[in-house]
């Protein structure tokens, strides 16, 4: 059975205190209030070692927003998934829109970061979706299966367990336009069908789909509800505890 999961994208936001004073809300009201899927909260790299502490032994697990395509060395101001994995990290969150938009990260560069952190025993959050044109052009379909063949298909089975899918279309993050509970399920069943068509039926039964983009506790039910969706990346709404735990109660 495949897992149901709520991850948080701090972006970046959150000074160090802030960041510290959110988990510490977060994990008071997830003690309270037992979820009934997995969370995850993704934070900038000064937060994790802190957060690592103070999440340890509860609920939460913990993940960064990005790691180094290099494993270690003079790459001043990069972060090795090795270095994440030290702070006590389970995840890293690959791909998102924002760093191939602004940062120039590839579908190449990519699957080395991919590489990496699976080999540094981290589970990857790797987000694929495309921009307004795309959509506009009913290409989406097209762009999202080249986005998992170029930097995911060379992965074994077995790598590819430790993978999480975000799927989120450009046009709805941090925009308040989120895509229809019925666009996010043609996605979803469309990327799940091509998961199947190269590992096979069983990863593709096996492997967390989550949906990303706008997503706020009056939405969350209803996106949830659909077979393949199978939770949340959120981003404005995971700085707030009322609202990231409102969301994370949708799966009750
Ligand atoms: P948003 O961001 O929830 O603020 O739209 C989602 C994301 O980019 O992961």
């Known amino acids: 059975m495949r897992k149901k999961i709520v991850a948080g994208n701090w972006k970046m936001n959150l000074n160090l205190q802030e960041g510290v004073a959110l988990a510490t809300e977060l994990k008071a009201a997830l003690a309270e ?132 899918l975000a799927y989120e279309p450009v046009w709805a993050i941090g925009t308040g336009k989120t895509a229809s509970a019925e666009q996010a399920e043609d996605m979803h069943a469309f990327i799940r069908g091509c998961i199947a068509g190269r590992f096979g039926d069983a990863a593709a039964e096996n492997i967390s789909i989550l949906y990303g983009g706008s997503c706020k506790p009056g939405n969350a039910k209803e996106i949830f509800a659909k077979p393949d969706v199978d939770g949340g990346l959120i981003g404005g709404a995971a700085l707030k505890c009322a609202d990231f735990k409102g969301i994370i109660d949708a799966w009750k």
């Open 33 to 164: 209030d037992k979820p009934n899927c997995d969370v995850v909260i993704c934070t900038p790299f000064i937060h994790l070692a802190k957060v690592a502490d103070i999440v340890a032994g509860t609920v939460i697990g913990l993940g960064a927003e990005n790691c180094a395509d290099k494993e270690k060395g003079a790459y001043t101001g990069e972060v090795s998934a090795a270095q994440v994995k030290s702070t006590g990290a389970q995840y890293v969150i690959l791909g998102h829109s924002e760093r191939r938009a602004y940062y120039g990260e590839t579908a190449s560069i990519l699957k080395e970061k991919v590489n990496l952190a699976l080999a540094n025993g981290l589970k990857v959050i790797f987000c694929i979706g495309e921009v307004l044109e795309e959509r506009e052009a009913g290409k989406q379909n097209e762009v999202v299966g080249a986005q998992l063949a170029d930097s995911l298909f060379d992965l074994t089975e077995d790598q590819l367990s430790n993978i999480i």
